[in-house]
């Protein structure tokens, strides 16, 4: 059996991009509204799709 990379396996193992946008807002808030590895504003959608 040959393993098969795939650029996108993260998305389809947990679920869309609306799912995965979620768990950023979940995990990264700071209770304040900004990210707490930054300490910048979290990303909208749109920023947080670029990224």
Known sequence: M???HNEFW???ARGDNDS???IYLSCAN???GND???GKPLKTYEEWLNS
């Open 2 to 4: 040959k393993l098969e």
């Open 36 to 38: 707490i590895t930054t």
């Open 30 to 32: 700071d209770g304040e």
């Open 10 to 12: 993260q998305t389809q």
């Open 20 to 22: 995965e946008y979620q």
